[in-house]
């Protein structure tokens, strides 16, 4: 920690209103982890490790506790709207390198409720109701659009009640679990199991991406700095706390399911932990399962769509894109342009993508805002301010970068591609934005 106590952490200006404090933003990041991640890619770990999914998820969250502790630094020590854009901006003054890391990071955000909208709409809404997919994702963005439009404390609040519907069914698989084996019936020795023709430790790599993707949240909380009191002891608490919690859940998860079912049997389903609770036998009826299930997968859907709309406003604000999408609802103080801009992305993206690809992209888009942070961190250490902050150790953003890096590798070419056409749609707004600014500085001129 700096030695300064100060009031500048805790009520800096800002155009928000400040209305979370540690237990929303808590609820924020758990309930954005612990979501449709978890209970719809189990099996897709299961196809590439085997019955030790526990290995990537264990990769999985060393990568994010080592970026938290970045995002720890740097929230607490600039607590403004906009992220990891703000942070590269501070460090490196390049306004298109600014601009293009908080377009990558808004772009997972819509990628990421793109990706659960579809989810939303698949296999667990079908075992509640027979309705055409399309048209359900359509209505679930435009419903989750009006609570981001009432408030942020409206959203957070409804974050919350969901956040312990859906945390009420991960504890529902863990007991299923616990039952199971303590019966005699479960297969602990699946656990040491790996995919077959796979070779381990490339299984496990794999793995590790669609691991990440369940542990997707944290970074979200960095655009909720104006919204948040005293942020210097709000983050980091709520931050490791909730990455804390998020892996031990997730590992018991992991265990469980691979001691009821065959990993082969995991890796067929679109709905693994709802296959879990049947194959029990402890007689949870599917249809309460699953609407524990769409609740987690509509929470998360929410937070991303929060975090993208408050990304949109951050850059609005330094002035890297439109000034429109820094305007908000007049009483409620919501940034509502960027909400609706973000909605119609949304749309978009969940009538003309696929869940997995979807998710892969969101896990790369965000791996090279992580790097940027990690980056940044290093450079902005220089840097001193007026208030405490978090200090995270030099060689935590390092090994934050290099396991970035590593992950990174196992990425595919189509979702390289998929991800360089967000930088060149980032690159036109940028020159589109740039010009426009300049003829206006020439009017004002004349």
Not at 34 to 54: C, K, N, P, R
Not at 72 to 87: C, N, Q, S, V
Request: glycine share 8%; no cysteine.
């Amino acid at each position: 920690m700096t030695k300064d106590s100060g009031s500048e952490a805790s009520k800096p200006e800002t155009g928000l209103k400040r209305a979370v404090g540690t237990p929303l933003l808590f609820a924020f990041i758990v309930g954005d982890t612990l979501g449709a991640g978890i209970y719809t890619l189990v099996g897709t770990m299961a196809s590439d490790i085997g019955g030790a999914i526990w290995i990537p998820l264990l990769i999985a969250l060393v990568v994010a506790l080592l970026t938290a502790a970045t995002y720890a630094e740097l929230i607490t020590k600039y607590p403004h709207a906009g992220g990891a854009a703000r942070y590269v901006d501070r460090a490196f003054g390049i306004p298109y390198l600014s601009f293009l890391v908080g377009f990558l990071m808004m772009a997972s955000g819509i990628t990421t409720a793109a990706t659960l909208a579809n989810a939303f709409a698949g296999d667990y809404l079908a075992a509640l109701i027979d309705v055409p997919a399309a048209p359900a994702a359509v209505v679930f963005i435009l419903l989750l659009t009006l609570i981001n439009l009432r408030g942020v404390r409206e959203s957070l609040t409804a974050n919350l009640v969901a956040s312990i519907i859906e945390v009420s069914g991960l504890v529902i698989v863990i007991f299923v679990a616990a039952v199971v084996l303590t019966s005699g019936n479960g297969e602990p020795s699946r656990l040491l199991e790996f995919a077959p023709d796979i070779p381990p430790l490339e299984g496990a790599f794999a793995a590790s991406i669609v691991a990440f993707f369940s542990f997707l949240g944290f970074e979200a909380a960095a655009n909720m700095a104006e919204e948040v009191r005293n942020p210097s002891k709000s983050y980091p608490r709520a931050l490791f706390g909730a990455i804390s919690t998020a892996g031990l859940v997730y590992l018991l998860i992991a265990l469980g399911a691979v001691i009821v079912l065959p990993p082969a049997e995991l890796a067929e389903s679109t709905g693994p932990l709802l296959d879990v609770v049947a194959a029990s036998g402890v007689g949870i009826p599917p249809w309460l399962f699953s609407l524990i299930a769409l609740i987690a997968i509509a929470n998360g859907a929410l937070l991303f769509m929060v975090m993208a709309s408050r990304v949109g406003y951050g850059l609005a604000e330094a002035e890297l894109l439109p000034r429109a999408f820094s305007r908000v609802l007049p009483g409620r103080r919501t940034p509502w342009v960027s909400i609706v801009v973000i909605a119609g992305l949304t749309i978009v993206l969940a009538l003309t993508g696929n869940l997995a690809s979807l998710a892969e992209t969101t896990v790369l888009l965000l791996l090279l805002v992580f790097l940027s942070a990690n980056v940044s961190v290093i450079v902005l250490k220089k840097d001193k301010v007026d208030h405490d902050h978090f200090t995270a150790p030099r060689f935590v953003p390092v090994l934050a970068i290099i396991a970035s890096i590593v992950l990174l590798t196992q990425q595919t070419g189509p979702i390289w591609l998929g991800s360089a056409a967000y930088v060149v749609v980032g690159s036109l707004l940028f020159l589109a934005a740039r010009a426009r600014r300049k003829r206006e500085q020439r009017v004002s001129a004349d």
